[in-house]
Structure formats: structure tokens, C-alpha cells
T-cell receptor, first 112, second 113 residues
Framework: DVKVTQSSRYLVKRTGEKVFLECVQD?????MFWYRQDPGLGLRLIYF???????EKGDIPEGYSVSREKKERFSLILESASTNQTSMYLC???????????FGPGTRLTVT | KNQVEQSPQSLIILEGKNCTLQ??????????LRWYKQDTGRGPVSLTI?????NTKSNGRYTATLDADTKQSSLHITASQLSDSASYIC????????????FGTGTKLQVIP
């Protein structure tokens, strides 16, 4: 079974803090993704990576950056957290872009 | 405007009843369509995947249909169970280049005893 794990289920941070969300997959997948999910808006792609050290902007990259130093690990960074970044963050991985994506359990981030 | 529209937004049904969830999409060129189930507080899990040449795909009590001409898909749940309570998300994948993935906003289903 594919397993995608995320470093925290719940996180509370203050405005202006730097926040790191980590994601690890154990299936040697090429592609990894970071989404945020907000009520009424569905999942929106923040960034994705198709290889180590490679990254592409998704639909809403502003205020975020990512890092992929190893194939199994994809990190999302909020350089200076703001209250409008309060959301559920979901990481996913897939073998190829068009293949099924496997999701982690999500991190519910609250920025106060 | 979201290019993948789902209806209804929410639905309450009695345990044991059937229900049908709808997905209309406008994005193209189409590669494949997936339905995901997302339990509260969890990540989505794939239920079915259909290419443009398939018009029906089943997974237990879940049956997805696809009409690529009208750009409509439905997910039919038979003999609902309390564990079916979840959000159901329609996802359309485009063909060509990096295959862009577009998510619908989901239908929240509640099955009550």
C-alpha cells in the first residue's frame, strides 16, 4: 500500500512565523503535490514537483515556497504566515502526473 | 467559475437508500475522470478512474458513469451505509503536456440511520 505521511495533523502558528510542512511518500513516486482545501473552493494546487530539486507553480503559489531535496520528501514553506493561510493542507504523490494521486491525511493549519 | 461543477453541494439520505451525485465539467482536452471519497479530517481516496472511452466503472456499491459528449459524470451509490458519509470529489485530468488536474468542490453526503 502506498503511504503518504504528513508531519503534523494540527498546527497553530502566529502571524509572521515561518512554517514548515513536511510530506513523505514511500512508493518511489516521481510526482509530489501540495494542495490547500477550503470550504466551497475545493482543492487548489499550490506547487508540484516532478523530480528531485524540480518544482512548478500551481494555481496559488503566492506566499508559499517548496523544497524537494530527496525523492521521497516534499516540504511546503510559509515564509511569513498570515491569517488567510489558515486552511487544510494536503500532500499527494503519484507515479506519473496522469496517474492516481495518493493523499496524505492532511495538516490543519491555523494562523492567529 | 469552477470548471468542474458538482451537485448537489450537500445531501442527506436514509441508510439503505440509493443516491446519485453529479459532476459537469467544461475543461478540455479531456484525459480521464476520477471520483474520490474524502472522510472528515482525512485525505481523499480514489474510488474510480475512467478514460474518455469508458462510460461505466464500478467499485463495489459505487458506480460511476461518464458521458464525454455532454461532459457529465455521475456517481451512483447503492444501498447506502453510514460509512458512506463523506465528501465525494470529482476530478478531471487534461491530456497533453503536464496533465493538469482540476478538482470539483465536492458533494457532502450524510447517511442517517
Amino acid at each position: 500500500d502506498v503511504k503518504v505521511t504528513q508531519s503534523s495533523r494540527y498546527l497553530v502558528k502566529r502571524t509572521g512565523e515561518k512554517v514548515f510542512l513536511e510530506c513523505v511518500q514511500d512508493m518511489d513516486h516521481e510526482n509530489m503535490f501540495w494542495y490547500r482545501q477550503d470550504p466551497g473552493l475545493g482543492l487548489r494546487l499550490i506547487y508540484f514537483s516532478y523530480d528531485v530539486k524540480m518544482k512548478e507553480k500551481g494555481d496559488i503559489p503566492e506566499g508559499y515556497s517548496v523544497s524537494r531535496e530527496k525523492k521521497e520528501r516534499f516540504s511546503l514553506i510559509l515564509e511569513s504566515a498570515s491569517t488567510n493561510q489558515t486552511s487544510m493542507y494536503l500532500c499527494a504523490s503519484s507515479f506519473l502526473a496522469a496517474y492516481e494521486q495518493y493523499f496524505g491525511p492532511g495538516t490543519r493549519l491555523t494562523v492567529t | 467559475k469552477n470548471q468542474v461543477e458538482q451537485s448537489p453541494q450537500s445531501l442527506i439520505i436514509l441508510e439503505g437508500k440509493n443516491c446519485t451525485l453529479q459532476c459537469n465539467y467544461t475543461v478540455s482536452p479531456f484525459s480521464n475522470l476520477r471520483w474520490y471519497k474524502q472522510d472528515t479530517g482525512r485525505g481523499p481516496v480514489s474510488l474510480t478512474i475512467m478514460t474518455f472511452s469508458e462510460n461505466t466503472k464500478s467499485n463495489g456499491r459505487y458506480t460511476a458513469t461518464l458521458d464525454a459528449d455532454t461532459k457529465q459524470s455521475s456517481l451512483h451509490i447503492t444501498a447506502s451505509q453510514l460509512s458512506d458519509s463523506a465528501s465525494y470529489i470529482c476530478v478531471v485530468i487534461l491530456s497533453g503536456g503536464y496533465q493538469k488536474v482540476t478538482f470539483g468542490t465536492g458533494t457532502k453526503l450524510q447517511v442517517i440511520p
